[in-house]
């Protein structure tokens, strides 16, 4: 999420994905000094009141996240429920509005796999899971080492979590 943009360092911080770290520094429930370590580095050079804009829209994009998977698959979140990040895509939206970060699980894999999925409208838990499962697809073409991926015989036993969703506009 490089930026040509001059922003100042809230914007510069949101447009290079400062919250998605902190979303995903959340959700891992790092020890407290780790997590106070990590949250001076990436943001002590915010102002208190910049700090708390951006814990607030992590926990947003948490909170919208796990939103998501309460509601029918084939549903769209209301666009009220995903929190507004204007730098997102740092303000080079080419067809993208919003931004979701999955996890997936894939059976015989030994781990699981992140993937941050741009989208050109709200998306339903549907199109997201189909959406990473071709990523999946496409990243084992890519690096078939890192991502030893083969199309399991039934794709339903592929689990996709929504970790965290924002939107450009």
Not at 32 to 55: A, C, H, K, M, W
Not at 69 to 97: A, K, T
Request: proline residues 7%.
């Amino acid at each position: 999420m490089a930026s040509g943009q001059p922003y100042d360092e809230l914007g510069r911080i949101l447009s290079e994905g400062g919250e998605i770290a902190l979303g995903l520094a959340i959700l891992q429930e790092m020890p407290t000094p780790g997590f106070l370590l990590f949250f001076n580095r990436r943001f002590g050079s915010l102002t208190p009141e910049q700090q708390d804009i951006v814990q607030q829209l992590a926990q947003e994009m948490i909170d919208s996240g796990q939103a998501t998977g309460e509601i029918p698959s084939d549903v769209p979140l209301s666009l009220g429920d995903i929190p507004l990040n204007q730098f997102l895509f740092s303000g080079d939206l080419q067809g993208r509005r919003e931004l979701i970060t999955v996890e997936i699980d894939v059976p015989g894999l030994d781990r699981r796999f992140q993937m941050r999925l741009p989208f050109a409208d709200i998306a339903s838990l549907d199109e997201i899971r189909n959406a990473a499962l071709e990523q999946a697809r496409q990243r084992a073409i890519d690096s078939p080492q890192a991502v030893p991926f083969t199309e399991p015989d039934v794709t339903q036993d592929v689990g996709v979590w929504v970790l965290l969703r924002e939107r450009a506009f």
